[in-house]
C-alpha cells in the first residue's frame, strides 16, 4: 500500500458497543478500537477521540474520512441522525457536522445495515456487483439495497426496509403493516414458531436438548443445531423460514432484478440448514426467466461489514 | 418551438395495432399514424416506412431518433428484442440496427410499460420526479421504476414485474409464483371475484343490470360503474381491489421509498372508487415513516404514454 499511504476509519455504533477500525484502501483492517455504547452524544465522541488515538498509532498516510454507522434514521446527504433505536439522547443530531469540527475529518453518517451492504458490495461477498441486495437475519431483518454500485436510498433515505415487505396481507400485525417477513423469521418469531410446533405434539426433544433442556433458550442457533444431526421438526422449521424469506427474495426480485442477494446476520450462520430449502423455495417462486439468472451468496465479512463498510462509504467506494 | 427545431419519432407496438406519434422536444405530439401489427418483422418495417411519409411531413428541423415500446423481453442496451407476448415471428431480433440500417436513424428500445412509465415520468403526472414507480392495471399488472430521472431495468432488462410481488405466499399459483397481485387484481380476476361473491348469494343486481344482464359481460368496468350508484356489493369488490393492490404498494414503499406511485391503465379509470380505499390501505399497511411521505398519482398521459415515452426514452430524457 505504499503506492497509496491513505486509509479510513470505519465506526459501527451498535446498541451496545462501538467497534471502530482503521481500514486499508483493499478493504483490510490495519487497527481497531472498541468502547461500550452510552447515553450521550458528547461523551460519545469524547470515547472517539480517546480510542482515534492507539487506531491511528503507527498508521502511513493522510485519513481520508470517517464513515458511522448507526441503528436508526438517518439523512445520508446531511449527515444527520433524526432519531436511534435503543440510544438514548440520540434525536436531530447533527453528527457529520460535529465529527468534522471536533477531528478536522469529513464524515459520512449511514444507517448501520445500509454500511454493512456497502462493506459486502465493496470488499465482501458482492465485491464487483452492481445491482445487488444485502439481507441480514437477526432480531429483525435489515436490508440495504445497492444499484449502478451505490446504495440506494430512496427518496428520504429509508428504502431497504426488506422486513416490512409483506409475505401475506392477512397476516402477522405490526406498526409497518400486516405479514412483514420480519415478523416471521426474526430471531424470537423462529422460536417462537417451534415451541409453537412443539406445543401442537410434535417431537421436540431434539431442539430442547440444543437448548439446554429450558424452553426459553430455545433459538434459532439451538434448532440449526438440531437440524444438522437430521431432527425433522428442526429441519421443518428452517424449512419454513426458508419459504418465508423465498416470498420476500422473489418479489424483491420481480421489482430491482439484482445480480445477487447477499445474505448475512446470526440466522444465515445456520448455513445450509437455510441456504438449501431456500434455492429450492426460490426456484418453485420464480419464473424460468428470473431464477436462472439469480446468485444467492452468503456474506464473507461477518461482523466486520459495518466497519469495513462504514470507511468504504468514507471512502465513496459505495 | 423555433428555438429547437428538433423531434423524435415513439412507436408503441401494441398487440393488435402499432401507433406512431411525431413528438416535440416538450412531449406534445405534433402528427399521428396507425396501422395493423402483423406477424413479420420485414412487413412492419414496410408499414413504419409508409407511415412515417405523412408522420413527418412539414416537420421542422431534424428527427432525433426513434423509440420503440414493444410488448415483451428486450435488451435495452443492444437494442434487441428477446420474444414478444402474442405476436408471432419476432424472436431474437436486432430491431434497433434493422431501424438504424432501414432508415438511418438512431433507435432504443424498450418493454412497453418502461416506456409508459418514462412518458409519466418524462411530460406527465411524475414530470420533475427523480425516483417514482409507475403500475399499470389491465390484463395483468405491469410496472416501470425511475431511479435518479432513469428507467432502472435490473440486471438483466427484467426489473419492475410487480404484477409477480406476492401478497400471500400460499396464494394463487401462476408459473411465477404463489399469490402475485395479479392474479388479484387483473381484469379477469376482479370480473371472476365479482361473480364469486355473487353466486355466494351477496345482491349482484346492479353489477349485472351494468353488464346487460350478462355474467360473461361484466367487468371491471361494470363493477366500478355499480359502485359510482352506490352498489354496496361493488364497493366492496373494489374495496377487496385496492387492498390488494395496497399490499403490493406498500412492499414495494418500503424496498424502494420512491416518491411517489403513478397509476394508469383501464381499472385506474374507476377513478375515487378505486384512489380512495386505497389510500385507506396504505395508511393501515405503512408506517408513520412512509405513509406520509407518499404520494399516489394518476397517470395523466393516458393512451399517449406509451408513444410519448418512446420518444423520451429516443431524446434520452428518461
Redesign the interface.
Known sequence: MTSNPSYAIGIDFGGTSVKLARVLPDGTIAARAVFDTTPGVESWLDAVEAALVPLRQGAEGECIGVGVGVPG?VDFDRGFIHDLTNVPGWTAVPLAEKIRARFGLPAVIENDVNAMAAGECAFGAGKGL??AVFITLGTGVG?G?L?DGKI?????S?????G???????GIAS?????GVEQYVGNAKIAAYALSRIDAGEDGAAILRQAGGRRGAVTPKAVALAAQEGDPLAKSVFDHVA??LA?MI???S??????AFIIGGGVSNAGDILFAPLNAHLE???????FP?LKILRAALGNDAGVIGCAALASHLA
Open positions: 434514521f452492481k445491482n436490508g439495497i444499484i440506494y436510498r430512496g427518496a428520504f429509508m428504502a431497504g426496509e426488506l416490512h415487505v409483506s409475505i401475506d396481507k392477512d406498526p409497518m403493516g400486516f405479514g419459504d418465508c416470498t422473489a418479489s424483491v420481480y421489482v430491482l432484478q439484482p445480480e418453485r417462486r420464480l419464473s424460468a426467466h428470473f439468472r
